[in-house]
């Protein structure tokens, strides 16, 4: 059994629970939080502890999981609990990627721990799906869309708009540029050719939409270079209506091959999920299990997915995953 | 420059000297064949070799591409080959491949050299999207179709049979049976319930089209169990519009998570193909570069598509692709 352990107990660290508790192979020692482990009910009933405390279970957990906040969070937590423990992250700044592997890689291999940064599917999947696709196809290019799903960040830059009681966005692909992009043309796409932004907005009595709507659509940075709808809408419909975490994306490689590179091809990859957290958390537990995997067989330092063979991903030995999936 | 050479000249072979010819850190050795050399002229110059000679050429062969047939050539002539050199094979008679392993991990293990068997995309990229969904989403199910692509076989099939000139056979995906899939609903598909089969076939003048339609429609094992549509075109046409060799398919994996399993996920996976042995030789190239790499850090034996790390499929560095990709 493979003893997991969880650091952060947000919508995050509640989908870990849920995915390792239906992993025959992983048992969870229990969930470490900064808040009073008093005030904290697990879905489980899995134990709660003081993340102060952690380091009295340093010979109780294979796998620490590190379910923080990337920008603050993970850029100390990670380097910090490599030193006690292998550990996982789903830190997700692309831009600080490199900087973040190279601190925590000095901190696991100083320790013989392995850590995985940067789990779950943007980063995580996507990115194999971008590196496989690149591998296999030189000749080609490749695009990522994201969506149709619910961008926390854009949601909060609307809530802060002067009158408005709540908000969820949308983040939408544009079918047209999806089409382009498969037929293989290798279009150059805008921020605005790719993806549009649906607005559901709560206003107190009163406010003028029309303002609104303005300081919305023309936003910096989060709305003013895409096409922005706003519907204004009542808080019973919000909540009714748009109370879920649903996300997901493509990643289209097209490339051509042959002598005068006459064929052409599309390799497809695209999720549609109901859940945002709990699918990354489902990623999450399954490099939980090659991160034990790896350090078993002794490998150190900071790893990515790419670092992975995936045959260490299942629960399934070798010749049962060489007969039932080869 | 990893020195590949190339092993039978079918079109699995062009399409492997096409894409080491686009390789940057690639060069072709040469081909080597079982006819006499001095008839085959190879697309790029490359110099041709008869396969007796092949053992004067251990020195100069990084990886040796095996591009014969699973049913009668790759099982005696990859272990053999193995003896001698880094080898990678397509071998896609899935009931046979644990044999096959074992008997081609027995010859590399002992010639401390590397092989790398049933590379292509099924068995290969289609075996690693059913692994990956399996592993990220365990409470779920996969369903691979395929198409809408040629099959040889069936078309072979067809062509046996008194009166028929020639003719090509489509297998095709049922949009339906792919609709219900995606859904989530862990639909039970029989054989006819997933695919049709499309057959475009030429007859001799005079030949009754009623009885040719009937033997193909009842013809067990390749069509019995599906709907099949018949079309009797001239040879111009079959010539004209049926010439390429399409494929393609799809790996769709659903699942659930959550404490009660309450959230739906569809994780999909698909290719669109304008060359079938082109693109499968796209990706035993790829896979060429990674017995490259594992064979220089030491690894010998007999390995599959899920025992690489992804970041051993590609030409750039680990920091460029962890920099660009990730």
Redesign the interface.
């Known amino acids: 059994m493979i003893r997991v352990a969880i650091y952060g107990y947000g919508n995050l660290g509640k989908?870990i629970e849920?995915?390792v508790?239906?992993?025959d192979d992983m048992t969870l020692v229990g969930v470490f939080t900064r808040r009073d482990p008093s005030t904290l009910t697990t879905?489980?009933g899995a134990p709660v502890y003081s993340s102060d405390d952690i380091l009295l279970y340093r010979d109780d957990i294979d796998v620490l999981v590190l379910c923080g906040g990337s920008a603050t969070d993970l850029p100390t937590t990670t380097p910090e609990l490599a030193k006690h423990f292998n550990v996982i992250d789903s830190f997700d700044t692309?831009a600080n990627?490199?900087t973040h592997?190279a601190n925590v890689d000095a901190t696991a291999r100083e320790s013989r721990h392995l850590a995985l940064i940067?789990a779950g599917w943007d980063?995580g999947?996507f990115?194999?799906a971008?590196?496989?696709g690149?591998?296999?196809?030189?000749?080609g290019r490749d695009y990522t869309f994201w969506g149709k799903g619910v961008s926390q960040g854009h949601s909060d830059a609307i809530r802060r708009i002067e009158g408005v009681l709540d908000a969820r966005q949308y983040t939408i692909p544009v079918d047209s540029a999806l089409d382009k992009v498969?037929s293989g043309v290798c279009p150059d796409l805008t921020t605005r050719d790719k993806h549009i932004r649906e607005c559901y907005v709560v206003v107190a009595d009163g406010v003028d939409k029309a303002r609104v709507e303005r300081e919305i659509v023309t936003m910096p940075n989060y709305f003013a270079d895409y096409d922005t709808m706003v519907h204004f809408v009542s808080q019973e419909v919000l909540d009714r209506d748009h109370k879920g975490i649903p996300h997901g994306g493509f990643v289209i490689r097209t490339g051509s091959?042959?002598?005068d590179k006459?064929?052409?091809?599309?390799?497809?990859?695209?999720?549609?999920?109901?859940?945002n957290p709990?699918?990354t958390?489902?990623?999450i537990t399954?490099f939980c299990?090659a991160v034990y995997n790896m350090h078993m067989r002794g490998e150190v330092g900071a790893v990515?997915?790419?670092?992975?063979?995936?045959?260490d991903?299942?629960?399934l030995s070798?010749?049962q995953?060489?007969?039932s999936?080869?």
């Open positions: 989908g849920c995915a508790n239906y992993a879905l489980t692309h990627i490199p592997l940067s980063p999947m990115s194999l971008r590196l496989y690149s591998a296999i196809l030189p000749n498969r091959t042959g002598l006459a064929n052409n091809h599309v390799v497809e990859y695209s999720l549609k999920l109901d859940s709990e699918f958390a489902s990623v399954a299990r990515t997915v790419f670092d992975v063979r995936p045959v991903l299942s629960p070798r010749e995953i060489i007969a999936m080869l």
